[in-house]
């Protein structure tokens, strides 16, 4: 099984639609998982960090589900901008290794 | 603050050349990374730093080596470069392991 795996989509919704991705994990010891953006052909920033049941920012809610090993994305009332890749992060092992996933493309139509 | 700059932005090799991608950060981060990204996948760590001094190996380590003489610079080197190596590089630092990394704007390497 590998690390990290998520539905590469893409997601294609229409402006203010409720769209969750999923990510699973296989390392059941991890603690902490993140949420990184990548806009096309630009550098990956963190959207948000999750370190126990859940984190809300705003139309941003991620939940873990630690006895399925995985990890959600909710966004509410989506906007056009929010259109990007969305990548899931977990820490390997000894917590300085890092694994992504393979990326969740959003595409959010007018 | 400039946060993580790379050099350089794009670069053209032959099979078998040598070059040396440039990282820096001014945020006096202890954790340094280096990442690769293919089309459509995800980022792979190539090695890692924790400190000056310190490197370790990450996911995909063969055919590249790092240095980490000072806490500001982690240049990547690759030897012999190889088609398989054709890729974006991106470069990472974080104050410690579990924080928010903060990514350079990439060096995309392409190898003839």
């Known amino acids: 099984r590998k690390e990290v795996e998520q539905d590469p989509g893409p997601f294609n919704v229409p402006e203010g639609a409720t769209v969750a991705f999923n990510c699973t994990y296989s390392?059941?010891?991890?603690?902490?998982f993140f949420w990184y953006r990548q806009d096309c052909r630009k550098e990956p920033k963190l959207l948000m960090s999750?370190?126990?049941s859940g984190n809300e920012d705003g139309r941003f809610t991620a939940q873990l589900n630690r006895a399925s090993q995985y990890i959600s994305l909710l966004i509410r009332d989506s906007k056009l901008s929010d259109s990007a890749t969305y990548l899931c992060?977990?820490?390997?092992?000894?917590?300085?290794?890092?694994?992504f996933g393979s990326g969740t493309k959003l595409n959010v139509k007018p | 603050n400039a946060g993580v700059t790379q050099t350089p932005k794009f670069r053209i090799l032959k099979i078998g050349q040598s070059m040396t991608l440039q990282c820096t950060q001014d945020?006096?981060?202890?954790?340094m990374y280096w990442y690769r990204q293919d089309p459509g996948m995800g980022l792979k760590l190539i090695y890692y730093?924790?400190?000056?001094?310190?490197?370790d190996k990450g996911e995909v380590p063969n055919g590249y080596n790092v240095s980490r003489s000072t806490t500001e610079d982690f240049p990547l080197r690759l030897e012999l470069a190889a088609p398989s190596q054709t890729s974006v590089y991106f470069c990472?630092?974080?104050?410690?392991?579990?924080?928010?990394?903060?990514f350079g704007p990439g060096t995309r390497l392409t190898v003839l």
């Open positions: 390392n059941s010891a991890s603690q902490s």
């Open positions: 945020m006096n981060h202890n954790y």
């Open positions: 992060v977990v820490p390997g092992d000894n917590f300085n290794k890092f694994y």
């Open positions: 730093s924790v400190g000056a001094g310190i490197t």
């Open positions: 990472a630092s974080s104050y410690y392991s579990l924080n928010e990394q903060f």
């Open positions: 999750v370190y126990s």
